[in-house]
């Protein structure tokens, strides 16, 4: 079973940037989805950004031409990159993998994620 390891979250500033980055200890190059949600205090997790094996991306409105998903097959590795950051996008921040969206949704096993507060 891949493992998967957030990093790169933080306290910035509203308007500022951040790159979080998902590191998985075995191959992602036949994974057909991967994704970055996020959950808020009190509010239910959220996809907010996924990414097929053809390149194929998928962000929800709340973050759609601010964040941007890529992956690196060869470092298996997923980023987010976050620009233009507002206090509502303070959250933890987790990556995750699977075959559809849906069993990606459906994934029991959540990592710790990383935290994103952003301050106004």
């Known amino acids: 079973q891949v493992q998967l390891v957030e990093s790169g979250g933080g306290l910035v500033q509203a308007g500022g940037s951040l790159r979080l980055s998902c590191a998985a200890s075995?191959?992602?190059?036949?994974?057909?989805?991967v994704g970055w949600y996020r959950q808020a205090p009190g509010k239910q997790r959220e996809l907010v950004a996924g990414?097929?094996?053809?390149?194929?991306?998928r962000y929800s409105d709340s973050v759609k031409g601010r964040f941007t998903i890529s992956r690196d097959n060869a470092k298996n590795t997923v980023y987010l990159q976050m620009n233009s950051l507002k206090p509502e996008d303070t959250a933890v921040y987790y990556c995750?993998?699977?075959?559809?969206?849906?069993?990606?949704?459906?994934?029991?096993?959540w990592g710790p994620g990383t935290q994103v507060t952003v301050s106004s």
């Open positions: 075995g191959t992602i190059f036949s994974v057909n989805v």
């Open positions: 990414i097929t094996r053809d390149g194929n991306t």
């Open positions: 995750n993998i699977a075959q559809s969206y849906s069993l990606m949704d459906l994934a029991g096993n």
